[in-house]
């Protein structure tokens, strides 16, 4: 039918489209960022000396200041994620399940320009009050909270991103809790095992695996967070020991001076951080779905 | 040791009843499950018999709106009497599920000793000794015993049940509760099953649901016939098979309906 | 199996306590959204008036300023983008739903969408920024909604190839048996009985690209007042709160406020409808 065949090339034109649309993404990038690349050479990646006035261009702080704080999100963020669905699949009953869920996901939908606002104006400001005085008076020789309290930092931004990337991983906890069959919880009752016990047996012990990608997943989330990072972070581009200097990220460093740079090696380099998350972003992601295809086994 | 003994109840029930919300599953069931014998429960699916056993090892109230009430006495003692901890009680009675369900991020070994192991029983001197000996009792140890550090989900069905009464059996409950363990397995491990079943019940009081008749007579030696959440009748196996009391047990049994 | 008492009293010490955190972390889980909306309405509500709706950016200083211009340049990037990036996505999510299983390029489209729909946003400016920002030699409109058309393209893709696949073979074949060419089959009756989810996909997708930010800083870059053609920069609502919220003037931070608190009413009510009528689940924020 020659209806059927035109209708078939059309959505064929559409499709390859798209295709050709990441192709030119990946070698625009690629193309633009090679200048800096022969520039600068391997250091790119290690040096720490970012200096545009200086045509200094070294990344090391951008990937330090992605690794920390989105390691720090984690760290906050997957305690809180995996009780969240424990509670949803476990122990809520479920009209009060369906409430928190709907709220987790409404909190999913916010951007993360609003985040960073509020993080500006209402979280640093209550770290740099009350959570970094406290910490630097209790554990003073802790490198970690060395360094004046200045709310907006490193601390800031890890606290941020983990509550933006707690609704996914909640999302994603949940699905691995609910594949577990109600016969695991009910054998380990059998036995006698009390009600925390039964859930960290026959539910928490099976989903690791799961739970694994469910992290990597939401770690490759936390690493493209550009907004609230760059409006909580301090925009500095430095290596710093303490959770309460500025930093920056990969990502944040890109809305932060891409706009206003003129010079043509500052934009290739540039080019070049947003090469380098995209290669890392991308790694992440198929890793991740490759590790949930293959049950979550090594 | 004297007939008495040897007859002693070992658990019983008074008057239990199930709910599932407002739904009455169970109405009033009384029967004495006696000690170091095989009690086989027969019906018609839907009949309540598993709820029956669920509500054994307080089970059954774990599915949310769902209650037991009447008595069940172990050992003399009723396992619903306020403020009784059913955690604890689960622990003197072991089960054995319909599908096997062994843990699955464990080994063999750690199946086995799982109950032991929550208990906060570490020791290998302790363990070892008890792990085996289950798995004797499961007819299991002669397949798996220079495999124990491999996973539980790797053996085949018959083999995975098996695990799963070792598993039952290592907490060492005077009681074992069945809910159909051979209804998902083949022919032969069936036959297996069955025939570990009468040795253990020599040494484990077992009470056991089923839907095969044949499988009933078997090896019980007493059976109760349950319909419509009412038990009908109970006695020793070869009378209630051969001359039953109630003309509905005698129309299962013939196979007129169910 | 005789256990101590005391021991057995501790395990179940242990599980109350365990059960206590699990509920605690559930908690905290939820606390940010309360209090996020909790200080977008003490701060914002206040500064919501008519002003806000029909005056553009005025100097400091000078009161009575508003955010009409980023409210518009957000609803003519978002349709733009949505003008093509609908049509073009659904094409994309029938190819690969009706014809996936024949067509040689359905594997890499699909791997494409994948890595599309995963890549940070602010790299999607990245991309525009070159390919189209540097040989215009300026920032405008038209690359900007370019920029949302490329994230909202992947989202609208997949999420109907997805609800396309669950329509049942069977209806195919009824239409097909009545004789009906097969793009009709496909148009009239697949699509039609996917309808309903494919508009809620639809509607996520747009709440999504409306709350973008890093992607439009790169692109339309922003405007203190309306922008005059496609050719010219424009504001957008949460590019300019953005710009509001790193300045230095109180009375545009709370502006940044008002116009978080519109924002995030828009989007939270989109959402909402959406998955009150059954919506798809996958959610990804808006940078």
């Not at chain 1, 999913?108 to 500006?120: D, R």
């Not at chain 1, 609704?167 to 906890?173: E, G, N, Y």
């Not at chain 2, 239990?16 to 000690?35: D, I, Q, T, W």
Request: include cysteine.
């Amino acid at each position: 039918m020659k209806a059927d065949r035109i209708f078939l090339q059309i959505l064929r034109v559409a499709a390859g489209a798209s295709l050709l649309v990441l192709a030119a993404f990946f070698i625009q990038l690629f193309w633009a960022a090679l200048p800096a690349f022969r520039a600068a050479g391997a250091g790119f990646f290690t040096s720490t000396d970012w200096s545009p006035g200086q045509q200094e261009f070294g990344a090391g702080a951008f990937i330090y200041g992605t690794l920390v704080s989105s390691v720090l999100a984690l760290l906050i963020s997957v305690p809180v994620s995996v009780a969240t669905a424990l509670c949803l699949t476990e122990l809520l009953p479920a009209r009060l399940a369906g409430v928190i869920s709907f709220v987790v996901e409404m909190l999913a939908a916010i951007p993360s320009v609003v985040f960073g606002l509020w993080g500006v104006f209402v979280l640093s400001p209550v770290l740099r009050a009350t959570v970094q005085p406290f910490l630097a008076e209790k554990l003073p020789w802790v490198p970690l909270f060395s360094g004046p309290p200045l709310g907006i930092g490193m601390m800031s931004a890890g606290v941020i991103l983990a509550i933006m990337i707690t609704p996914t991983l909640t999302a994603l906890s949940r699905e691995v809790f609910l594949a577990i069959p109600r016969l695991q919880r009910e054998a380990a009752l059998a036995l006698g095992a009390t009600r925390w016990e039964a859930i960290r047996v026959a539910v928490l012990q099976s989903a690791k695996g799961g739970l694994w990608g469910a992290i990597i997943l939401g770690w490759g989330r936390a690493l493209g967070e550009t907004m609230a990072v760059t409006m909580v972070i301090g925009n500095r581009p430095q290596v710093s020991a303490s959770l309460f200097a500025p930093a920056q990220t990969l990502a944040a460093v890109l809305a932060n001076e891409y706009a206003e740079a003129t010079d043509d090696l500052h934009l290739s380099a540039l080019a070049a951080v947003g090469f380098t998350l995209l290669l890392v972003s991308t790694v992440i992601h198929l890793g991740a779905k490759l590790w949930i295809r293959r049950g979550g086994k090594a | 040791m004297s007939t008495d003994a040897q007859n002693r109840v070992e658990i019983e029930t008074v008057g239990l009843r199930a709910y599932f919300g407002n739904v009455r599953a169970l109405h009033g069931v009384s029967l004495e499950m006696p000690r170091h014998q095989l009690t086989a429960l027969i019906g018609p699916s839907g009949c309540g018999k598993s709820t029956f056993i669920r509500c054994l090892n307080r089970l059954h109230e774990e599915i949310p709106g769902a209650r037991a009430e009447g008595r069940v006495l172990l050992e003399g003692q009723d396992i619903y009497r306020p403020g009784s901890d059913p955690v604890i009680i689960r622990r003197r009675i072991g089960m054995v599920f319909q599908r096997p369900n062994p843990f699955p991020a464990m080994s063999i070994y750690e199946n086995v000793a799982s109950g032991l192991l929550l208990a906060g029983v570490r020791s290998r001197s302790v363990l070892d000794p008890i792990v085996e000996r289950s798995l004797r009792q499961a007819a299991l140890w002669d397949e798996v015993k220079d495999q124990l550090r491999k996973p539980g989900t790797r053996l085949s069905g018959g083999q995975q049940q098996r695990l799963c009464i070792a598993r039952a059996l290592a907490i060492d409950p005077p009681v074992l509760l069945m809910d159909e363990p051979t209804s998902a397995l083949d022919p032969i491990s069936t036959a297996r099953i069955e025939e570990l079943l009468v040795e253990l019940k020599k040494a484990v009081t077992v009470v056991m649901v089923t839907h095969n008749m044949q499988q009933a007579a078997r090896i019980s030696d007493r059976t109760a016939f349950f319909l419509m959440g009412e038990m009908v009748e109970s006695g020793p196996t070869d009378v209630v098979f051969t001359n039953p009391r109630d003309q509905k047990t005698e129309q299962y049994i013939t196979g007129r309906f169910g | 199996m005789k256990t101590s008492r005391a021991f057995d009293l501790w395990r179940k010490a242990k599980s109350r306590v365990a059960i206590s955190l699990l509920l605690l972390g559930c908690g905290l889980a939820v606390l940010p959204l309360f209090a996020i909306l909790l200080h977008l309405v003490r701060e914002g509500a206040s500064s919501i008036d008519w002003n806000f709706f029909t005056q553009v950016q005025k100097p400091v200083g000078e009161l009575g300023g508003g955010m009409a211009h980023a409210i518009v340049g957000t609803i003519a990037q978002v349709g733009l983008a949505s003008l093509v990036g609908i049509p073009l996505g659904l094409a994309c999510g029938i190819y690969l739903s009706e014809y996936g299983g024949r067509e040689r390029l359905a594997g890499p489209v699909r791997f494409a969408l994948e890595l599309l729909a995963s890549t940070p946003s602010i790299l999607v400016g990245v991309f525009i920024y070159g390919a189209i920002v540097v040989p215009m030699k300026k920032f405008s409109l038209f690359s900007g909604s370019l920029a949302l058309m490329l994230i909202l393209l992947p989202l609208v893709a997949r999420t109907s190839e997805e609800l396309l696949r669950l329509i049942p073979q069977h209806l195919r074949e009824a239409g097909l048996a009545l004789g009906l060419p097969r793009w009709k089959v496909i148009l009239s009756v697949v699509v039609r009985s996917a309808w309903p989810g494919v508009w809620a996909a639809i509607l996520l997708g747009i709440a999504r690209i409306a709350g973008e930010t890093a992607p439009l800083v790169l692109t339309s870059f922003g405007n203190p007042s309306f922008a005059r053609g496609l050719d010219q920069p424009s504001a957008s609502l949460p590019l300019q709160i953005y710009t509001y919220s790193i300045s230095p003037f109180e009375e545009w931070h709370r502006m940044a406020w008002a116009g978080a608190l519109v924002l995030v009413l828009t989007v939270l009510i989109l959402n909402a409808i959406t998955r009150l009528t059954g919506g798809s689940n996958e959610h990804r924020r808006a940078e």
